[in-house]
């Protein structure tokens, strides 16, 4: 086995599902490819330890074993590896090989939150940072779209406000639906689906806690999609998650990602301006 295929296997491993099968692959690579070259470039035990191809299937070990770190220094490494690891599966020399990221015992990383949303979803999240000086808030605002802006107004104004549901389903964390807290009868709404949880998590009767939010496209690539254990729904692979978790990190504050199931691809999604709900309404009249 050459360099190249090696690290084709790394790439291809990402998406694997049995960790006896990945663990019998890293071994034969590390034994029979990472160390022969290393004594034809007169290296040692750091090169292999710190290869980029090491750092791939150890983090697909992890994955596996659900001990995959996702602290920013963690996805640095990571993408960085998966960079160098792609330069070598093309036939490609790799001059030098991507620093590891060590943290000291008493530093901390931030954890990388990952925001999902549908066509269908309205997401919430912390955008203090980014509202305007001149209208200050002091909850964290509702995040909605430009095209649900005028029916979300609605519903404050004649349905008593809207009620925020998030989601229960493990296979869709950190979406969430929006929908008037009352009927048109003037009834209770109840949950908008079997994926939200039985109550509502916010009740917003107020419009200076709802922000609209212009979005705009990063980029999209394509991801691996497997069947989920139930053999009932389609799931991201392993490595398809961890590319768009890198993606997402890398696009910056508010960043998110949805999924475009006609091309089968990942489509990254950052803020390009922010402004409050009335405030909109007025520019648009």
């Known amino acids: 086995m050459t360099i190249s295929e090696a690290a084709q296997s790394a790439i291809l491993c990402q998406d694997a599902v049995n960790l006896s099968g990945v663990l019998a692959s890293f071994h034969t690579i590390v034994m029979d490819v990472l160390w022969v070259e290393a004594r034809r470039l007169g290296k040692g035990t750091e090169y292999v330890n710190t290869h980029p191809i090491v750092t791939l299937f150890l983090d697909k070990l992890a994955s596996l074993n659900r001990s995959q770190c996702l602290c920013s220094d963690s996805m640095k490494s990571y993408d960085g590896a998966y960079a160098e690891v792609e330069r070598l599966a093309r036939g490609e020399t790799v001059e030098s090989q991507p620093g590891s990221s060590k943290l000291g015992r008493n530093e901390h990383s931030t954890l990388v939150r990952l925001c999902a949303r549908c066509v269908d979803h309205v997401r919430t999240q912390d955008a203090v940072s980014s509202i305007q000086k001149d209208a200050p808030m002091t909850v ?19 349905r008593g406000g809207i009620a925020v549901w998030p989601s229960i389903n493990l ?21 908008p689906t079997w994926e939200a949880q039985n109550k509502p998590e916010r009740v917003i009767t107020n419009p200076a806690e709802v922000l609209v939010s212009k979005d705009v496209e990063v ?14 729904s389609y799931k991201v692979t392993d490595g398809g998650s961890r590319r768009i978790r890198s993606a997402v990190a890398k ?11 006609g091309t089968q691809e990942a489509v990254i999604m950052k803020p390009e301006s922010q402004v409050g709900l009335l405030e909109f309404l007025r520019r648009a009249t």
């Not at 964290?140 to 004649?158: F, G, K, Y």
Request: aromatic share 10%.
């Open 219 to 232: 980029k999209r690539f394509h991801v691996g999609v497997r069947l989920g254990s139930q053999g009932m």
């Open 171 to 191: 296979s869709n964390p950190g979406a969430s639906w929006t929908t008037p807290v009352n009927n048109a009868d003037g009834s209770p709404t109840t949950k």
């Open 140 to 158: 964290s605002p509702h995040i909605v779209t430009p095209e649900s802006a005028q029916r979300i107004a609605e519903w404050l104004d004649t």
């Open 251 to 261: 696009a910056g504050e508010g960043a998110y990602y949805v999924f475009d199931y």
